[in-house]
Each structure stands twice: as C-alpha cells, then as structure tokens.
C-alpha cells in the first residue's frame, strides 16, 4: 500500500532523532507532570513503518480546565526550552481530547473517558509502551 499523499507533506526530521532521553522528550514528560497529568504513556512507534510519529506521549486530566492547562505547559515549555513549536494541534475548542503534534511526537492529553474509549494503547498494540509515575 503507497503512503498517503498527505504524510509526505509532514516529514520526521532525520536530523533530530527521538529517543526517551531526549531533551523534548524529557520536558514533555516534565511539563505534563507539572500540571499533575495522570497516567503517562508513551508508546515507541519507531518500528511500525505505518506510523506518522516516532512516539505518542498519552496522558489524562481531570477536566477541562487541567486539560488546557497541561497543553499549554507542554507548549511554553517546549517553545522556551527546546525551541520547538507544535506543527499543529487539535482539541483546544472542547477540550476532552487534546492533541499536539511535534512531527516525531505526537502528545495527546485526554479525560480518561475519552482515553478508556478510544483505546490508543490497543490500537498501536505493536508499540514499545513505557509508564511513567
């Protein structure tokens, strides 16, 4: 099956490689526990040639409020300290499922209704899964 025309419009930077002691990684990690962020996943997608990212960072909040303040921490953060800004992002207008995409990350931020639906884990079973507390 020939790749979709639209991922090759978002290439993962070759020149950046990702792994979990990366200094994105790592401030992700730290901006979603900041904002006592639940149940932290991140799933290794880097063998799956289906993939778009290199790693999801999955995590859950309470509400709407919570939800909103771990995405924008993640996206401070990342701007001030890794220079990074997202390629885009998703779910800012509801907020029971936000999604930011770094190209090689992909963090979601979700209630854990939306988490226990959707099932992300399950769906990229063949992923590295790593906890985080």
Not at 9 to 37: D, H
Not at 56 to 75: D, G, H, L, R
Not at 92 to 107: G, P, S
Request: glycine share 2%.
């Amino acid at each position: 099956m020939p790749p979709l025309k639209v991922l090759s419009i978002r290439k993962r930077s070759s020149a950046a490689k990702v792994t979990p002691q990366s200094k994105i990684f790592k401030t992700i990690l730290n901006a979603i526990q900041e904002r006592k962020g639940e149940n932290i996943t991140s799933l290794d997608l880097r063998k799956i040639p289906e993939a778009v990212a290199d790693f999801f960072v999955i995590c859950e909040a309470t509400s709407n409020t919570q939800i909103k303040a771990i995405a924008e921490n993640i996206e401070i953060r990342l701007e001030q300290e890794c220079k990074e800004i997202p390629y885009k992002h998703e779910g800012l207008k509801h907020l029971h499922w936000v999604l930011i995409d770094y190209v090689n990350i992909v963090v979601h931020v979700m209630l854990p209704e939306t988490r226990q639906f959707y099932q992300l884990e399950e769906m990229w079973s063949d992923a590295v899964i790593q906890k985080y507390a």
